[in-house]
């Protein structure tokens, strides 16, 4: 089973919302802090680029940021308040970094890791060298800055560690998260018995997933802001609806599911979207989702 940062804490924070996000595949809303973080990570993977072999040129910055926006063909885009922000931050970024040593060996680094009778997928911003080892580092667009003790709970952060040392051989000597809205970053280390642990947890977890058919809610701070609040049983007090079976997307032809479909399947009736059209279509991901 293909097992990645996402699915895991999903499943660990709720089944239930595991269920309806994977299994049921049931719409969700768009995440505007999504596309926000993926122009501003598109920038910083060109600053990267150049900063390999001396000053990162700024002007290769903002362009990259423009493409990621569009703003080359409508310039009337650059108005806009969240290119606005995400200029903000990539030029705090730039004036925080440009003189600091930058030796990434690996950007934008995919893995693919063997873990039991599963797969860890994932995808690490940046790993570094150091001048005793290797620095793995996360870009976060995080309002607040996380504190020291929930960064050392990372989930993400630890699957990054763990990936690296499965893959490469290598056990990063610092994981950090890089709070860009703030130019903070918080640093932690982890052991080798530490990794060993997370991944008979990783492979623990995989085998539940694999068998289980039994998704129990988990009610918690997390409800407030989940998208299946208005057909979860611990909210509606009704019995779950049975489990929707939904063939894998082609890779050719992918197919797109009417929210009200995948309603319809389960019995019961498709909660009103909040404001906007029915379904927006997300580029992305080739999906529908609410507005």
């Given at each position: 089973?293909?097992?990645?940062?996402?699915?895991?804490?999903t499943?660990?924070?709720?089944?239930?919302?595991?269920?309806f996000?994977?299994?049921?595949?049931?719409?969700?809303?768009?995440?505007?802090?999504?596309?926000?973080?993926?122009?501003?990570?598109?920038?910083?993977?060109?600053?990267?680029?150049?900063?390999?072999?001396?000053?990162?040129?700024?002007?290769?910055?903002?362009?990259?940021?423009?493409?990621?926006?569009?703003?080359?063909?409508?310039?009337?885009?650059?108005?806009?308040?969240?290119?606005?922000?995400?200029?903000?931050?990539?030029?705090?970024?730039?004036?925080?970094?440009a003189?600091?040593?930058?030796?990434?060996?690996?950007?934008?680094?995919?893995?693919?890791v063997?873990?039991?009778?599963?797969?860890?997928?994932?995808?690490?911003?940046?790993?570094?060298?150091?001048?005793?080892?290797?620095?793995?580092?996360?870009?976060?667009?995080?309002?607040?800055?996380?504190?020291?003790?929930?960064?050392?709970?990372?989930?993400?952060?630890?699957?990054?560690?763990?990936?690296?040392?499965?893959?490469?051989?290598?056990?990063?000597?610092?994981?950090?998260?890089?709070?860009?809205?703030?130019?903070?970053?918080?640093?932690?280390?982890?052991?080798?018995?530490?990794?060993?642990?997370?991944?008979?947890?990783?492979?623990?977890?995989?085998?539940?997933?694999?068998?289980t058919?039994?998704?129990?809610?988990?009610?918690?701070?997390?409800?407030?802001?989940?998208?299946?609040?208005?057909?979860?049983?611990?909210?509606?007090?009704?019995?779950?609806?049975?489990?929707?079976?939904?063939?894998?997307?082609?890779?050719?032809?992918?197919?797109?599911?009417?929210?009200?479909?995948?309603?319809?399947?389960?019995?019961?009736?498709?909660?009103?979207?909040?404001?906007?059209?029915?379904?927006?279509?997300?580029?992305?991901?080739?999906s529908?989702?609410?507005?």
């Amino acid at each position: 089973m293909k097992l990645s940062y996402s699915k895991l804490n999903t499943y660990r924070t709720c089944p239930m919302r595991y269920r309806f996000t994977y299994l049921d595949r049931l719409p969700r809303r768009p995440r505007r802090l999504f596309r926000a973080a993926k122009r501003i990570h598109h920038a910083l993977m060109r600053w990267l680029v150049y900063a390999k072999n001396g000053p990162p040129r700024w002007d290769e910055v903002l362009a990259a940021y423009d493409s990621a926006w569009g703003a080359l063909q409508d310039p009337a885009l650059r108005a806009e308040p969240e290119y606005l922000e995400g200029l903000r931050i990539l030029e705090a970024y730039q004036e925080a970094n440009a003189d600091r040593p930058c030796r990434p060996i690996y950007q934008e680094h995919k893995f693919h890791v063997h873990l039991g009778s599963h797969v860890l997928i994932g995808a690490m911003d940046r790993v570094d060298a150091t001048d005793s080892g290797y620095e793995v580092i996360d870009y976060k667009l995080d309002r607040d800055v996380r504190s020291q003790e929930t960064v050392e709970n990372d989930l993400q952060l630890a699957l990054y560690g763990l990936a690296l040392e499965e893959a490469h051989g290598i056990r990063a000597e610092a994981l950090t998260l890089y709070f860009l809205r703030h130019n903070v970053q918080r640093t932690v280390t982890r052991t080798h018995s530490q990794n060993r642990e997370l991944a008979r947890w990783v492979t623990a977890t995989g085998d539940d997933l694999s068998t289980t058919r039994k998704f129990e809610p988990c009610v918690g701070l997390h409800c407030s802001g989940c998208d299946f609040r208005s057909v979860c049983p611990a909210h509606t007090g009704k019995a779950a609806p049975p489990l929707v079976q939904v063939e894998p997307r082609s890779r050719e032809v992918p197919s797109l599911i009417l929210p009200g479909m995948a309603f319809a399947a389960m019995g019961i009736e498709p909660p009103a979207p909040p404001s906007g059209p029915l379904v927006q279509l997300r580029a992305e991901q080739l999906s529908l989702t609410w507005d």
